[in-house]
């Protein structure tokens, strides 16, 4: 199952956020986090996550620095600011909204795997 482009990039700065809040990353790792926490099925390029990282940096909500942790090369960690925090509780209380409303659609009466499928696959 692919997902599709609009719902990736809706989800992308609370999914950034998110994995910041958790501490701070640099790019080549949050691309592996975001794929394992998806099973795989969030599979983002560099073209994705960093234009969004400059963009959140631009916005305050993260910051960065060049860090060169022993024996690796250097690398551009990121790490979420308190604007970000805020921005990230803001965006959970928006997407919480959305799947609760997504939940009663699906559950209700509209939920379609009550449906069976119709016999002789017509």
Known sequence: MKVTKDLVAASATPMVLG??????????????RINDLSGGELDWTEGLLYPLLHRLERLGHVESSWQSP??????????ITGTGLAELAEQRRQWDT?????????LGPGDLRMLRPLEGGA
């Not at 994995?19 to 592996?32: D, W």
């Not at 024996?71 to 960690?77: I, M, N, P, S, V």
Request: hydrophobic share 40%; glycine share 10%; proline share 0%.
């Open 70 to 79: 022993a024996g690796e090369r250097r690398r551009k960690y990121y790490r």
């Open 98 to 106: 959305v799947v609760d409303a997504l939940k009663k659609v699906w």
């Open 19 to 32: 994995i910041l809040a958790e501490g701070e990353s640099y790019g080549y790792a949050i691309l592996r």
